[in-house]
């Protein structure tokens, strides 16, 4: 769905919401920065659980912890 819009042509905002345990457990992690890198208008919201040592916030994931409302 999301290699979908991406290659829509249309630029408008969209935000991208994923949990997973840790960066060991999330296969599509480099799928999705590589579509993200040129896409002005795409924003991740990546939580990761329980972070393994080499998963380095802001490159694998954006938030530690789980998926709340907040």
């Not at 991406?6 to 935000?15: I, K, Q, R, Y």
């Not at 993200?36 to 329980?50: P, Q």
């Amino acid at each position: 769905m999301l290699e979908t819009i991406a290659n829509s042509g249309h630029d408008f905002p969209v935000h991208y919401v994923h949990g997973a345990e840790n960066g060991r457990v999330h296969a599509t992690i480099s799928h999705v920065r590589d579509i993200a890198k040129d896409w002005k208008s795409f924003r991740t919201a990546i939580f990761y659980g329980n972070p393994h040592v080499r998963d380095e916030r802001g490159i694998y994931f954006d938030h530690d912890g789980y998926i709340t409302v907040d």
